[in-house]
């Protein structure tokens, strides 16, 4: 199974931006497409983002214009560049393979106002 560990977390001021790293290992031959969670305090696990292993992207409206998945084949990472940040995105942030249904420990991302 694929192990997959995210990195880059931290806090912020509104406005500024943060990149997010999701570095995969183990059985990473069928690791498909990956996709990037959010889970705020009180709230549910969202789904923000997917990238194909092809590069197609797809992300929840909430996060469109200002989030760009992307991802290193050779690596096996993906990141999540995260512009413009608003408080409401404060929560822990998952990288998950959909495929696996393997999921990394989560870093957190605090944006003040």
């Known amino acids: 199974q694929v192990q997959l560990v995210e990195s880059g977390g931290g806090s912020v001021q509104a406005g500024e931006s943060l990149r997010l790293s999701c570095a995969a290992s183990g059985s990473t031959f069928n690791i498909g497409p990956l996709a990037w969670y959010r889970q705020a305090p009180g709230k549910q696990r969202e789904w923000i983002a997917q990238?194909?292993?092809?590069?197609?992207?797809n992300y929840a409206d909430s996060v469109k214009g200002r989030f760009t998945i992307s991802r290193d084949n050779a690596k096996n990472n993906v990141y999540l560049q995260m512009n413009s940040l608003k408080p409401e995105d404060t929560a822990v942030y998952y990288c998950?393979?959909?495929?696996?249904?393997?999921w990394g420990q989560g870093t957190q991302v605090t944006v003040s106002s």
């Open positions: 998950q393979s959909p495929i696996q249904n393997s």
């Open positions: 990238i194909g292993r092809g590069g197609s992207t």
